[in-house]
Each structure stands twice: as structure tokens, then as C-alpha cells.
């Protein structure tokens, strides 16, 4: 059976259980919010405590906590950051929409911890970790530092990989020529080098959206305080702490000069979460596009195959399925369904604050973290292995009606046409329609019809 001790807030006091390390807030909210399975995530916890390492210096230098209090602080926030109180962080998303009690049991956790190292000096959560701060404008600070980490540390490593492999595919299947295909029906040829170049330059430019996405999570709220006004907190305070976070992720965050707008709106959140909906649509489009090419194996397209990872029938024996382009494209799926969601939710910016926040974090952070994770798996589990089949590419484009678009400036729109629709009808090849037809003879169509002079 659990110790228990009595902490206590402004309403009373509370129950909390002895071997952890919050107080009173954090329990209300514990106990409070029994609502789905969905905790804060682990990257807004890290933003908050360097958000309050951070301000902790920036209190210090303006002489509103000694220097002891400031190294008990830091110190706290260090070992957290370390990895060593991760079971300390309980409260469920769905809870106020400001991420008050969040916030709060962060200033809890460093606070006990403090009292622990440093019993000699006097700490309180809120006048001293808080100092300065709002929930209302140190939420919406970790929010945008989670996000913009996460897609530095995590997505870019991963969308990298999938081009660099993506540029090895076009080199080593340059020689290749195939069909090419619109609307599912076959068109004229192409290189498969091409095809896959298109598949590159899709990942490329949705890297150049994120780049200029997140240049607008850089501006930060802290110093707004509860409404914007930065009641309670030194004039120059969201500038000093803005640094003070830049030096220690090493990224160059600002403190934003509108925090009424900083505070209220989640634009940035929508314009970012919008560059990762566009990089969802390219990876659904490329996993399709995969598993229709590797499609068969003998009644399908067939003109590429890819790694054979597990059994992909509980009933029919010797079945391999794509599963890699079904993961990726489920993810696709996730991704665009939280978006709908980050827009609904920073359009509720009532007045001077939006409290749809914690449900705004978790769906940012959760689509940053599927994207990239699905990302690796993809480019490790399927695209690294995928292989041309060139005698079935071979196959396809020798039988393809399409060549005859070749033939439009010899013959003319009208004939080459009838040529196709006559070969379709009485299944013969290309070359026999357009001998039989009268319009060029066995060698004229040689010299004209060659996919080496199409692509």
C-alpha cells in the first residue's frame, strides 16, 4: 500500500503519493482528468524545463532570486533533462486547455527536487520556478520549442536519408527505359531514373517547406505573461530568457515583440503542421506509386519488386504483401486527419488566449514523431531494396500503344490514332497496325518508333 505526505495549495490540501516528486496541482490534475490514455508528450516536459532553467537565469541577472536559487533551479532542471525523473510526468492531454496544470507540475517536480539536494534553500514553485512566467505564455513557449527540436532532431535526419537513398536509385536504374503512365493508363515512355526523380523532387521541396515553416516557431511568447502585457515579469525578461534557451539548444529563438498575438493565435502551428500535411500527400503518393509498380507477382504490374519482410497471409501460403507502403500510407492518413484538427483547434483563440493547447502539442508532435519513424522504416525496410524487373519493364513498353505518339508529326493526330485503336481492337502490335494500315513500311517505322528517342 502507498506512503502518502500532504502537500497543499491555495484550495487545501491534497494527498500526494510519498515517492514522487509533485505537489498538490499535479495531483488535483492526476485525479481530476481521468480522460483517455494520451499523456503530455515527453518534448513539451523538456521545452518547460528549459524554458525554466532558462528563466531561472534570466531572474537572477535581474536580481529577483539569488544565485543559490538559481543553481538549485538549474541543477533540477539538469537532472530531469537527464533522463532521471521521467515517471514524474503523469497529466493527461485533455486537461485545461491553457496547459496550466502542466506547467504547474513541472514547477512542482524542480522544486521537490531542489528541496531534496538543496534543503537549505528556499524554493516554492510558484514564486520562485514560475517567477515571471504564465502558464498562459510558458505553454505556448514549450510548445513551439517541442515542435521546432522534433522536426530539426528527428524528421530532417530521416527525410534526408530517403532522398540520399532516392538519388542512389536514380543512378543505378538510369539505363532503364519504361512505360510511363497518367490517369492508370499507359502513356508515352520514360526513364525509370525519371520517374524516381520525381519521387526525389517531391521529398526535396517539402524539405524547403518545413525550413521556411519553422522559421515562425523561432518567435516565442515568454514575457507575455498571463495576457500579453508581461504583468509581473522585467521589461527586457522574454528577451533575456529567449537567449538564454538559444544558448542552450544551440538555435537561434527570439522572444516574439507582439505576445498578445503570441499568446492568442497558433498560426505558426497551422503554416508548419500544413508543410508536414504536404510531405504526408508526397509519402502517400510514393508508397502508392511503389506498391502498384511491385503489384503481382504474376497478375499485377510487376515492374519492380521490393524486400519480402514477412508471411502476408494468415491463409494463403507463400502471399508477401507491401507492408511498409501500407504503414507509410496509414501514416499519411493519421497525419492529414491532425491537421484538420491543429486548424479547428488554433482557430479557438478566444480573446487573449487559445486553450486548445495541449491537444495542438500532442498532434504536432505526434505527426512529427509517425512521419519520421515510418520514414526510417520505409527507406530501411522497403525502398533501400527495391529492384527493377527489367524483362517485365522490357515486356510492357514493348507492348504499349502509346509509342505511337512518336508517329503524330509523321502521320498525323488522325492516323496514329486509328493506328492505336486498330491495334488495341484486333490485338496486334504497334508496328503491324501502322504496315497494315499503309502509313509507313517495316523500316520507316524502326527508324521512327525508338523509346531510346522518346524520353
Known amino acids: 500500500m502507498s506512503e502518502y505526505r500532504m502537500e497543499h495549495d491555495t484550495m487545501g490540501e491534497v494527498k500526494v503519493p510519498a515517492e514522487h516528486f509533485w505537489g498538490a496541482q499535479t495531483q488535483r490534475s492526476f485525479q481530476n482528468f481521468e480522460i483517455g490514455t494520451e499523456k ?31 543553481n538549485a533551479i538549474v541543477d533540477s532542471c539538469d537532472r530531469i533533462l537527464n533522463g532521471e525523473y521521467e515517471e514524474e510526468f503523469p497529466l493527461k492531454v485533455w486537461q485545461t486547455g491553457s496547459g496550466t496544470q502542466s506547467n504547474m507540475n513541472v514547477n512542482e517536480v524542480i522544486t521537490h527536487i531542489a528541496a531534496k539536494n538543496y534543503p537549505d534553500i528556499k524554493l516554492h514553485a510558484n514564486d520562485h520556478v514560475n517567477m515571471s512566467q504564465s502558464s498562459n505564455d510558458t505553454f505556448p513557449t514549450a510548445m513551439n520549442i517541442a515542435a521546432f527540436m522534433s522536426i530539426r532532431r528527428n524528421l530532417y535526419p530521416a527525410l534526408d536519408k530517403m532522398i540520399e537513398t532516392m538519388k542512389s536509385l536514380e543512378e543505378r536504374n538510369q539505363h532503364i527505359i519504361k512505360i510511363g503512365r497518367t490517369h492508370l493508363q499507359d502513356a508515352v515512355p520514360l526513364r ?23 522559421e515562425h516557431l523561432r518567435y516565442l511568447a515568454v514575457g507575455g505573461t498571463a495576457v500579453g502585457t508581461g504583468i509581473n515579469c522585467p521589461k527586457s525578461f522574454g528577451v533575456e530568457c529567449a537567449l538564454n534557451i538559444s544558448d542552450y539548444l544551440g538555435e537561434g529563438f527570439r522572444a516574439s515583440e507582439n505576445k498578445f498575438h503570441a499568446l492568442t493565435s497558433k ?35 510487376g515492374e519492380i519488386s521490393i524486400p519480402e519482410n514477412e508471411p502476408g497471409s ?3 501460403p507463400g502471399k508477401v504483401n507491401p507492408t511498409q507502403c501500407e504503414a507509410v500510407t496509414m501514416v499519411a492518413v493519421q497525419v492529414m486527419g491532425n491537421d484538420a484538427t491543429v486548424g479547428s483547434a488554433a482557430s479557438q483563440g478566444n480573446f487573449e488566449l487559445n486553450v486548445f493547447m495541449p491537444l495542438l502539442a500532442y498532434n504536432m508532435l505526434q505527426s512529427v514523431r509517425l ?72 523500316s520507316e517505322y524502326d527508324e521512327k518508333v525508338n523509346p531510346e528517342k522518346m524520353v
Not at 525509370?192 to 519553422?214: A, D, H, P, T, Y
Not at 502551428?269 to 506498391?291: P, S
Not at 493506328?419 to 517495316?442: D, F, H, P, R, T
Request: positive net charge; charged residues 25%.
Open 371 to 442: 512521419l519520421s519513424d515510418a520514414m526510417d522504416s520505409f527507406n530501411k525496410n522497403c525502398l533501400s531494396g527495391l529492384k527493377a524487373n527489367e524483362n517485365k519493364i522490357r515486356e510492357n513498353l514493348d507492348n504499349s500503344l502509346m509509342l505511337v505518339t512518336c508517329l503524330s508529326p509523321e502521320i498525323g493526330y488522325e492516323y496514329a490514332a486509328a493506328a492505336a485503336k486498330k491495334a488495341y481492337k484486333e490485338n496486334k502490335s504497334l508496328k503491324e497496325a501502322v504496315i497494315e494500315l499503309g502509313y509507313m513500311n517495316s
Open 192 to 214: 525509370f531514373s525519371q520517374e524516381i526523380s520525381g519521387w526525389r523532387g517531391m521529398l526535396e521541396e517539402n524539405r524547403k517547406m518545413l525550413e521556411e515553416s519553422v
Open 314 to 316: 494468415s491463409i494463403m
Open 267 to 301: 498560426d505558426a502551428y497551422v503554416f508548419t503542421h500544413g508543410a508536414l500535411k504536404a510531405l504526408a500527400a508526397n509519402l502517400m503518393k510514393i508508397a502508392n506509386d511503389i506498391r502498384w509498380l511491385a503489384s503481382g507477382p504474376r497478375c499485377g504490374i
Open 40 to 70: 503530455m508528450p515527453h518534448e513539451i516536459i523538456e521545452a518547460l524545463v528549459i524554458l525554466k532553467r532558462s528563466a531561472a537565469k534570466a531572474n537572477n541577472r535581474f536580481g529577483k532570486i539569488t544565485k543559490e536559487q538559481m
